[in-house]
T-cell receptor, first 114, second 117 residues
């Protein structure tokens, strides 16, 4: 069964450093998303991406963040100048569109900023 | 105001019993979708079940069913015949504007379900 994959599973970085989180969405899906979950809290939407551009973003997704689909399979989230409060689990998701448009999530990348 | 409210931080159930996890939502949209996801201790988010606002019948997927009461704005998840592997965090989520793909999911805070033998 096709699934969303994410790398790395765990990333540790120093405050102020840049990180890139990588995702490979399900191959026939058209819509891609990033969410984050701070430990013990609810899942929060960051951004959605369609047709090579951002279609929706939350107020969390400020200039510190960017997304890119560098090739036909990968979808990346870049966090510039990481802060302590960026420590969270970051989930990539994808969906194929349609009425139901169910979003399927990857296993997540746990980001720890020291 | 919370868009998705899950009032039960923790629920406990015996194996083979049924359990209901509560979810209420708040939206002014006429068209929306409701989802339930399971998050085991390993951390991944697993899609369980979907209910569209215009669906007249409650959704079912195997042991999962959704008790959808539109007038009360509730979408409770019912798990029948609980298994030890059902122990996890369960999230209710809503997508406003059903039928508009690529729209964000809004999540509740989750309910931790513990199944004992």
């Amino acid at each position: 069964e096709p699934e969303v994959t994410q790398t790395p599973s765990h990333q540790v970085t120093q405050m102020g450093q840049e990180v890139i989180l990588r995702c490979v969405p399900i191959s026939n899906h058209l819509y891609f998303y990033w969410y984050r979950q701070i430990l013990g809290q609810k899942v929060e939407f960051l951004v959605s991406f369609y047709n090579n551009e951002i279609s929706e973003k939350s107020e969390i997704f400020d200039d510190q963040f960017s997304v890119e689909r560098p090739d036909g399979s990968n979808f990346t989230l870049k966090i510039r100048s990481t802060k302590l409060e960026d420590s969270a689990m970051y989930f990539c998701a994808s969906s194929e569109g349609g009425i139901t448009d169910t979003q399927y999530f990857g296993p997540g990348t746990r980001l720890t900023v020291l | 105001a919370q868009k998705i409210t899950q009032t039960q931080p923790g629920m406990f159930v015996q194996e083979k019993e049924a359990v209901t996890l509560d979810c209420t939502y708040d939206t002014s949209d006429q068209s929306y979708g409701l989802f339930w996801y399971k998050q085991p201790s390993s951390g991944e988010m697993i899609f369980l079940i979907y209910q569209g606002s215009y669906d007249e019948q409650n959704a079912t997927e195997g042991r999962y069913s959704l008790n959808f009461q539109k007038a009360r704005k509730s979408a409770n998840l019912v798990i029948s015949a609980s298994q030890l592997g059902d122990s996890a965090m369960y999230f209710c989520a809503m997508r406003e504007v059903e039928g508009q793909a690529g729209t964000a999911l809004i999540f509740g805070k989750g309910t931790t379900l513990s199944v004992s033998s």
